[in-house]
């Protein structure tokens, strides 16, 4: 079984995972690009009984449009977020991809809210599925 390691800026929050993720997927939704601060987000998807936590979290709860809740685990030190878990996988971590800080990490698998991307961003990949 493989594991990959993300963490923070400071190093003192770190997450393991083991196995393979559940999914890898880029969101262009408008929260995912004010999460992030980028134009989209990147993030892997791995069943929380798979991921080891090292270190302290805070967490800040947001209710979305739709009144649904997510919950964003943050490094209280640098501020960075570590991951997020939000409908419709509860049971799953979400976690930046950047945190591995891994340029051969895998490709992503679905590319969502797509008609909300920026007209200069195209996401290639032929595996990856396209939703708007």
């Known amino acids: 079984m493989s594991a990959r390691t993300a963490s923070c800026m400071c190093g003192q929050l770190s997450l393991t995972c ?36 090292t270190g302290e979290a805070r967490v800040f709860t947001r209710t979305a449009e739709s009144g649904h809740a997510s919950e964003h685990h943050f490094c209280p030190n640098c501020g960075c977020e570590m991951w997020y878990v939000a409908r419709p996988f509860r049971e799953m971590m979400a976690i930046p991809i950047g945190r591995f800080a891994e340029p051969s990490f895998p490709a992503p698998q679905y590319s969502v809210y797509e008609e909300r991307k920026h007209g200069w961003v195209a996401i290639t990949g032929e595996a990856t599925e396209h939703y708007d």
Do not use: K, M, N, W
Request: charged share 20%.
């Open 18 to 53: 083991e196995g393979e993720p559940f999914r890898i997927s880029v969101c262009h939704c408008l929260d995912c690009q004010r999460r992030s601060g980028s134009s989209f987000a990147a993030q892997v998807r791995y069943p929380a009984e798979q991921v080891t936590v």
